[in-house]
């Protein structure tokens, strides 16, 4: 993981949580009192963000030792040790909150991804993340896609061309948009175009996209629209996936199905920290 970005996004995070001071520890704990203390998980789940851990509270003190117990991408239970920690209380404490909704998130993540992966296992359909994500937290919650055993779609809008609904209406056609592409991008990067309908994945192949989009299709629909493709393109399953019977999607033969849920709205793993001395 990029230092430079993460240490940015910690000091960040800590200078809002601190503001000028932690005035509950700094008034009944003595600054030389020291604490030893777990990470525990408070639910099933799949673990994410070791490193994110390790690095706030070098950041915050690096009197502090953290000691993993587990690694990113493990499967974790309920009462599990995640990780050990000691060092001056006051500068634990300090640290504490911001290192706490950073990895709950990302294991969060994390284990809907898992969730989603397990669901198509064997059906060759590849889980993806999309660009719905929390801003400033984009490096985190992609990287918590991929522990989680999905992949991910284009980082950011350089990345690649997906030409969606309002370029198409905007450039007048998928077809002028495709060939208006071809004139302007890069020639190394892939096309990627949305269609909503039978009709439109027909302009999208005589246009020669290299991958086809099948947005808020009915499970039949998409089942049409693979066949009629026939490996002359990539397909791609998308809107309201984390809403849909992803079994189902993936069975229509679908190659990438992408999901705005497992960032845009996933539900944090619990986990606790608990001082033990």
Known sequence: MNYIGLDKLILDALAEDLGTGDITTESCIPESARSEGRFRAKMDGVFCGMEVLCRVFKLVDPRITVTPLVSDGDLVKKGQDLASISGPSRSILAGERVALNLIQHMSGVATATRK????????GAVIVDTRKMTPGLRVLEKYAVKAGGGRNHRFNLADGVLIKDNHIVASGGIGKAVEAVRRNAPHTLKIEVEAET?????????????????DNMSIDDMRTCVELINRRAITEASGNMGERDLRAVA???????????????????????????
């Open 116 to 123: 989603a992966v397990d669901s198509v296992a064997g059906t």
């Open 198 to 214: 039978v009709d439109q994945v027909c302009e999208c192949l005589e246009a020669g996209a290299d991958i086809i989009m099948l």
């Open 251 to 277: 069975d229509t033969g679908v190659d990438i199905i992408s999901i705005g849920a497992l960032t845009h709205s996933v539900v944090a793993l619990d986990i606790s920290l608990k001082f033990t001395k």
